[in-house]
């Protein structure tokens, strides 16, 4: 079946997809939970520059993947193809239940926590209005991609202007006080420290990832071979010197205690130096969520469509809204799936816990693929990595570390993954045997 999405997306606006989709709320959260457990001004940026490292080596191996395998759904092909149709249906299955919709949960959850900053919220009101952010903009990018398109460019510029603001209020407290780093932080090694490294990337993997979703729109790109490559190597560079730039902010603002146990931190900052900055900080974090939200919510939603056109999931799903092109069924299934997760967790570290996990468990499969696709010979496309195997096999080293260590200190949220993972096998056979109706792609 012919692959007719509308191909739309120039360098700058799949760059905007990767900077939108990684910049969403961690930024402005994790870093408490880093420097919790990091109290040195100068130990608390490792995790952020490990993170920064892996992300780069991880994008320069999905640039040779996007360049050499340009199709609707990104990583699902390159698992597919690289070790067969089932490691790509986990994937996608994975992503539906577990990953995007579950990030898409706690995004929800996370915009409506920061509304409540202006407008009083219950919890039942704070569920509705997340899931009235997921079902909106999951409507709007039904309309086109040139809609979703504009949508992420307007939010990810905008979020930008936060960070610049948050970073200059840092340089204007620096230069204050150009002792600040010597508050309240500690100046000999942490104890445990690896094993404070390991935990911190927790909230360092959720704020830094997301970039790879320019590989799941590369169908839609003019030129993918030419500006996926680019477009994941320009979002990483701005993604990692922005927030390490933030961090140093932050630092420079509050003492290590008062970051630690702050759960605003972004807001908190700006209101110790302005009187109203914490609310004014608040509207661009829940403007910079609303805008990942946005992008999710389109992104994703291609891989179910290339699943069911693979004929491995439900058909109606592969199909293309006839007046707007777009997968529009994909998107639907997604965001009432997304829905359903916000009603039943309603906490956003209980999401961000379920869903690091199996992502860059996944995200680490398929950065393998590209040595199967090498031995193959079939990168045709216009990129290849100059530093191969090297870079591929940090990214490896960086993401396996953390997912054995997970399994380790048996997270919950691992576990259950894993029991998502088991009866995705068991619905693969069902589809690939046709047992169901739905499956049959007429």
């Not at 997921?134 to 960070?163: C, E, H, P, W």
Request: hydrophobic residues 55%; proline residues 4%.
């Amino acid at each position: 079946m012919k692959d007719d999405l509308q191909k739309k997306l120039n360098v700058t606006g799949l760059t905007m997809i990767g900077i939108g989709a990684t910049i969403g709320s961690g930024i402005f959260v994790t870093p408490a939970d880093t420097i919790a457990r990091l109290p040195h001004y100068g130990w608390a940026f490792v995790p952020w520059i490990l993170g920064g490292i892996a992300a780069y080596c991880g994008a320069m191996t999905f640039a040779e993947l996007g360049a050499a395998k340009p199709k609707a759904g990104g990583v699902y092909v390159y698992l597919k193809d690289a070790f067969g149709p089932l490691s790509g249906f986990l994937y996608g299955w994975t992503v539906l239940l577990v990953i995007n919709s579950g990030a898409l949960a706690a995004l929800g959850i996370a915009f409506a926590d920061y509304m409540g900053f202006f407008i009083k919220l219950g919890p039942m009101a704070t569920k509705i209005l997340a899931i009235t952010a997921i079902l909106l903009l999951s409507g709007l990018n039904v309309l086109g991609i040139q809609y979703s398109d504009s949508m992420s460019r307007i939010f990810t510029g905008l979020k930008l202007l936060a960070m610049v603001a948050i970073i200059g209020a840092g340089a204007y407290a620096f230069i204050q006080n150009p002792h600040v780093f010597n508050s309240g932080f500690q100046n000999s090694i942490p104890s445990n420290l690896p094993e404070s490294i390991t935990t911190a990337f927790i909230g360092v993997f959720w704020s830094i990832g997301g970039w790879h979703h320019i590989s799941y729109v590369s169908s839609e790109a003019i030129n993918p071979a030419r500006d996926i490559p680019r477009a994941l190597i320009y979002s990483i560079g701005i993604i990692t010197l922005v927030y390490l730039a933030i961090i140093a902010a932050y630092m420079a603002i509050l003492p290590s205690d008062q970051i630690a146990s702050s759960s605003r931190i972004a807001g908190d900052a700006i209101a110790h130096l302005f009187k109203g900055g914490g609310q004014l900080v608040a509207v661009f974090i829940a403007i910079s969520i609303f805008g990942t939200i946005a992008i999710y919510t389109m992104s994703a939603p291609r891989i179910y469509f290339a699943m069911a056109r693979d004929k491995v999931f439900f058909s109606a799903i592969a199909s293309i809204h006839p007046k707007f092109k777009t997968p529009a069924n994909a998107i639907m299934i997604q965001a009432v799936w997304a829905s359903l997760l916000v009603l039943l967790y309603g906490s956003f570290m209980k999401v961000i816990a379920f869903v690091t996990f199996m992502d860059i468990l996944f995200m680490a499969l398929a950065a393998s693929s590209i040595f199967i696709i090498r031995r193959r010979h079939e990168n045709t496309g216009t990129f290849r990595i100059k530093q191969y195997p090297l870079l591929p096999l940090i990214y490896l080293l960086i993401t396996l570390i953390f997912v054995v260590y997970t399994l380790m200190s048996l997270n919950q949220g691992a576990f259950i993954g894993l029991g998502i993972l088991v009866a995705g096998i068991l619905a693969y056979y069902l589809f690939k045997l046709q047992s169901h109706p739905l499956a049959d792609n007429t």
